[in-house]
């Protein structure tokens, strides 16, 4: 017995090394220089790492549209950039969502025009424009609004866009309700002389009127923009002086209205403001006026505010607002801003301080004057 177990033991070390850790033989005969492991040939592709993953996401979030545009049958079309329709043409867009906010050419809201409806349904907005004209050729945009209460924001994520031509033969120029614009030329911010075409491939140029010559646009300084117009990147004093624009499309090219272009040079800022009295000294039942002036930007607006003697009493006063534009020479041209508060039959109440608040986009600046009664 003890002889048949050794035999066992003898003959299990003699087949474990076959079994553990040695490699099986193969069939055939190995090649002198035959690897024993073949390279296989996986493609393997590149992690990315989380940050790039989320960015990546972000970005896919930030172009979604929610604009499309109805099409015949029930089919609908996700909007290009740009669109070219032929003016008379109506158009339904949608844009998804539950409260949507639209924007579009504003003059349709300046004459409330019925062609224009805008409806909130379910589950998207929706803008209709019928008998489409050349005049409607601009930028539809929409956007989803995110309220907490009355709070509301623009939601980033999800908007919509898109040009419209409405193109036409005999208005190759986007109309505009004026024949003669004022355009301002800012010695620290780009100009536009805003002809736009109804069709986006009629050639456009710029022309002066005196003395009588086409303008190079050399893409640079110049370039013409078929969204807005021409545009002067660095405008300066030489540019002063009307001009008008040329197209042509497949017939006898049309001219646009004339715009007058006028150099402005004023210091940005608070409003720079002054003020004075007819007089320091009054007489009771006298009529006094108090005049704030402020000079500035032809385009910039100016809010007046004033505090005085017989305020508290509510003192009834008269204010008067008013502006205009005038050339210091050299092609400058500014705007006077004036408010004057009418003091009328002056009382002792009406003796002191008379203040002036004057306010812009850049700030404001207060001055004061006073009055005495004699």
């Known amino acids: 017995m003890r002889l048949w177990v050794l035999l066992s033991l003898l003959l299990l070390q003699e087949m474990l090394p076959h ?37 990546s996401a972000d970005s896919s979030l930030k172009s979604q549209s929610i604009l499309t545009q109805v099409m015949d049958k029930g089919h609908f079309q996700k909007l290009a950039p740009t669109l070219s329709l032929s003016a008379g043409q109506s158009i339904e867009l949608r844009c998804k969502g539950s409260n949507v906010t639209w924007n579009y050419p504003s003059y349709l809201d300046t004459f409330k025009d019925s062609r224009l409806s805008i409806k909130q349904l379910d589950r998207y907005g929706q803008l209709i424009l019928a008998n489409s004209t050349a005049a409607d050729t601009g930028e539809y945009s929409c956007w989803l609004q995110l309220c907490n209460g009355n709070k509301c924001r623009k939601d980033e994520t999800k908007t919509g866009s898109t040009y419209i031509f409405f193109t036409d033969k005999e208005e190759l120029f986007v109309p505009t309700p004026s024949y003669f614009e004022i355009v301002y030329l800012n010695p620290d911010k780009p100009a536009v002389i805003p002809c736009r075409v109804t069709t986006p491939s009629a050639k456009v140029t710029l022309h002066r009127e005196f003395p009588a010559e086409e303008i190079e646009t050399d893409g640079t300084n110049i370039v013409y923009d078929v969204k807005k117009g021409f545009v002067y990147q660095h405008p300066t004093s030489d540019h002063k ?30 409003p720079s403001t002054t003020i004075s009295a007819s007089s320091n000294r009054a007489d009771v039942s006298d009529s006094i006026h108090v ?18 003697p017989g305020q508290e ?56 004057t006073k009055v005495e009664l004699n």
């Open 19 to 55: 079994v553990i850790g040695q490699p099986v033989k193969s069939k055939h005969p190995k090649e002198p220089g035959e690897n024993k492991i073949k390279p296989v040939n996986k493609k393997v592709k590149p992690k990315t790492s989380k940050a790039k993953e989320r960015e």
């Open 241 to 270: 002086g009307i001009v008008y624009c040329k197209a042509e499309s497949q017939g006898a090219p049309q001219i646009s209205i004339k715009y007058h272009l006028l150099y402005v040079e004023v210091p940005k800022g608070p």
């Open 291 to 308: 005049i704030c002036t402020v000079l500035g930007e032809p385009d910039v607006d100016v809010n007046f505010r004033w505090q005085f």
């Open 313 to 368: 009493s509510e003192r009834p006063v008269i204010i008067q607002n008013f502006w205009r534009l005038i050339n210091r020479g050299i092609g400058h041209t500014t705007r006077i801003s004036k408010s004057i508060l009418l003091v009328e039959g002056f009382e002792a109440r009406d003796a002191g301080n008379y203040i002036c608040i004057a306010q812009n986009l850049q700030g404001e600046t207060t001055v004061a």
